[in-house]
């Protein structure tokens, strides 16, 4: 019993021993670590919607071809204001397909489809489009993200901001034992944490000029009014960022 605590001891008094030359030996033998947060809510002016159109036939009509589906979208998106840079071609429905060229000829009945990326910089230019949009050859209208121009600028920002919290915090749990921080000695890489990326938005047309719009929180954007007869805003995009830092005490 008595060998067991001598060696117990021992150890005791080495181990204390090398952490004290080792705090002799660091040039900051005292250091805080504090995290610092900033966040950000912002209005995105890029919202991507992919809109699908489909060849369709009305009762004692001929069938509206895909050409003309297309020419007439594509008319609708210039005259609404959006420029060709906003938009491309996500997929075809068949296009390209060797097996649905045997099908078409097999059946005349079947639809060609086509789905577009439209780029909005506001939920106005949404609404606008939807007005003018072939109610009978849109299948779908997806928000699939959304985004802003500024983005990169905003994440800089926060990023500066979140660094300028940690030293205050440090600042002030200093200040409460009686310390000062003096220079700081790492600054980690921030994490980014994006509370919202705009996906999962869904809007349906339904009917001539009737849109069913469903979010995570009810009913947002496109310049919709609610059954209270007020404008929703577009729903926004949450960033946040969190830095941790070791700032040395004096």
């Known amino acids: 019993m008595k060998k067991n605590l001598f060696i117990a001891t021992i150890l005791f008094i080495m181990v204390n021993q090398a952490k004290s030359q080792q705090q002799a030996s660091s040039p900051f033998p005292k250091t805080i670590t504090v995290t610092g947060s900033a966040e950000m809510e912002i209005i995105p002016d890029e919202i991507y919607v992919n809109i699908e159109l489909r060849e369709y036939q009305k009762k004692g009509e001929d069938k509206k071809n895909i050409e003309i589906i297309k020419a007439q979208f594509l008319e609708s998106c210039k005259s609404t204001g959006i420029p060709d840079s906003s938009i491309s071609i996500v997929s075809y429905t068949g296009y390209n397909n060797y097996y649905w060229w045997k099908r078409k000829k097999k059946d005349i009945n079947l639809n060609a489809g086509i789905t577009y990326q439209v780029k909005f910089k506001t939920s106005e230019l949404m609404d606008r489009l939807i007005e003018k949009l ?117």
């Open 134 to 250: 072939d109610d009978d050859a849109t299948q779908s209208f997806l928000i699939v993200s959304t985004s802003h121009s500024k983005i990169t600028e905003f994440r800089k920002q926060l990023k500066i901001q979140a660094v300028k919290a940690a030293k205050d915090k440090a600042g002030y749990l200093a200040e409460a034992i009686g310390e000062k921080t003096g220079v700081a000695i790492s600054i980690s890489e921030p994490n980014e944490i994006n509370l919202y990326n705009g996906v999962n938005e869904n809007i349906r047309i339904r009917g001539a000029n009737s849109v069913s719009y469903f979010a995570n929180e009810g009913v947002q954007g496109l310049g919709i009014v609610d059954n209270k007869g007020q404008e929703v805003d577009f729903k926004k995009i949450k960033l946040r960022f969190e830095v941790t830092a070791v700032f040395s005490l004096q």
